[in-house]
């Protein structure tokens, strides 16, 4: 390939590649800022139940139904992992929900859940259409991108419900989302700045040589130090076993999606968010970010004219915290939220199952909607 052509870097006047205009994090500079940010904050809290703008509620609380209790089988354990299946109620406060993966169940479940990567690499078969309860809801379960979820066309006129990351599903629950710092999720702290030594940590565990990510690695990389752990790169070291105990010790991290697609937008930008460093972000556009995070939350690669330009500012931040901390305030309001794969998604799915008893809902172009 050309070095991924996108990112070729673009000769550009010294101050544009210095002081480059990352869209909104300056754009604010005097004391409105903090009445935007509390006015802002207010619209959250008042009328959106602190989600964010455009964002659903990926668990709104529902008024308790009357409606009976359901069962839910879950046709196959994802990706061919058995783990135990929760009990809704006691933890995850879901009420009237029964699941389980017995297949003999298969004629009274009301609905099933079949994960796609498992019926779509031929493992295992879809549910059978003979003896398909009349009532039974078919429940669509995917989270992967559409660039790794093969042979939806199969899948056709099939489902009934989709369950996936994307903020259209029937059933969204993404991978992590932000709400109210009293709403539950884990408080995220305005961090402290003192004990990051390092610049930029990317950890990749599945290296390609033909994705936009490695591209933009590649040459990010001439121009600033990248630490790179994981498969391709250093192990994580001793005693800081999770990513987001490593990425604490780095200013900035590269939350590379493998692919990039609407609301495709995975854990790596949200272990980013834990552990308090700026994530750089490749995967939807900026707008798409916007629907899940600030927008000084995030440094979009999109908003340079060339990863040099990208390279410069970070490097501008690091000698200027003042300017660095406008990217972390905005984390003081919120929590985050992660759902626990898969008994969560289970729950989730049950409770949504059992909201919509009674309904008829078909899936129709699959394909055409995963993919657009
Ligand atoms: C579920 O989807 C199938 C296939 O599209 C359809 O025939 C059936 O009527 C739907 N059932 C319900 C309960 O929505």
Redesign the pocket.
Known sequence: GDGGGRWRVMSKDTHSVLFPTPRRPDSCKCDCHFLTAGLVAAAFLVLLGFSLPHLPEPLALEPATTAPEVTLLIWTHPFGRKRPLPDCLARYGVDGCVLTDDRFEYARADGVLVHHRDVAAGTAELPPEVGRPS????IWLNYESPSHTPDLWRLE????LTMTYRADSDIFLPYGYLVHKHGGGQPLSEPSRTSRPGLVAWVVSNWVDSQARVAFYYQLSQYIQVDVFGRAGHSIPEGLGSVVRLVKHYHFYLALENSQHTDYITEKLWNAVLAGAVPVVLGPTRKNYERFLPPEAFIHVDDFPSVKALALYLLALRRDPARLLGHLRWRTGFGLRQPAFWGEHYCTACRALRKNIGR???VRDLTRWFES
């Open positions: 009532g039974q809801k078919w006129g099939r489902f009934n008829t809902h078909v």
